[in-house]
């Protein structure tokens, strides 16, 4: 007993790591699970988090897209991350934005040193950030130290 809860401490970091990779929580168009827009989902929701945001996810990427109007949950926005500027190289990952606007995701990922995210419409409006990314949450800049992310 005192033996395998020693054990169970010394691995617990590793198994959590992969624990995340078993329950895939992300955004998806229509979702209404998630809060705080606007907000810096990352000052809560890390690894370091309390227990009840533990459960809730650690998101490896997170923000919100603003859009004009009340709820634009059927005509969401979508986030990409790609491994060069201009949508080029390789598509890292695709995110759709939920009923709040917000997009996040548990998923540990590979930003290669740096991706350039490219946020757009179904209807056909694109805004790229021109300058890369290497990891947090985009409400940790956009929003704060820079404009927030919008599109009409
Ligand atoms: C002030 C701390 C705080 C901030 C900031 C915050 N969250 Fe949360 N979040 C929580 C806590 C605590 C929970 C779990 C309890 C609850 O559901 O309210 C939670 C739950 C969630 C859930 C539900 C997960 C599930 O499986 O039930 C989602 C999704 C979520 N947050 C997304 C976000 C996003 C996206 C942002 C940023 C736009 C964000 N949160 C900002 C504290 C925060
Ligand atoms: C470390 C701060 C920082 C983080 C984190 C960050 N950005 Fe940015 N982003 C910027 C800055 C600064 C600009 C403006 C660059 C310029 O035009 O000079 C920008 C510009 C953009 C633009 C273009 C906006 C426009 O109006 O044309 C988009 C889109 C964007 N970022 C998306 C994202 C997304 C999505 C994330 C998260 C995956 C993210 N950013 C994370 C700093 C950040």
């Not at 992969?18 to 329950?23: C, G, N, S, Y």
């Not at 995110?95 to 179904?122: A, H, R, S, W």
Request: negative net charge; hydrophobic residues 30%; aromatic residues 8%.
């Amino acid at each position: 007993m005192f033996a395998s809860a020693l054990l169970f401490t010394s691995i617990s970091a590793c198994s959590h790591y992969e624990a995340l990779q078993k329950d895939p929580k992300e955004s998806s168009k229509g979702d209404d699970e998630s809060h705080n827009e606007g907000q810096n989902c990352g000052s809560c929701h890390n690894i370091n988090g309390h227990e009840a945001v533990r459960e809730a996810g650690w998101w490896t990427v997170s923000g919100t897209v603003f859009r004009e109007g009340d709820d634009k949950g059927d005509d969401n926005a979508i986030v990409e991350l790609w491994e060069k500027p201009g949508r080029a190289g390789k598509l890292i990952k695709k995110l759709e934005t939920d009923k709040e606007g917000n997009f996040y995701t548990n998923q540990i990922l590979n930003f290669m040193g740096g991706c350039y995210p490219v946020i757009y419409t179904p209807g056909g409006q694109v805004k790229v950030m021109p300058i890369p990314y290497t990891g947090g949450s985009c409400n940790s800049c956009h929003g704060v130290s820079t404009s927030k992310l919008e599109l009409k």
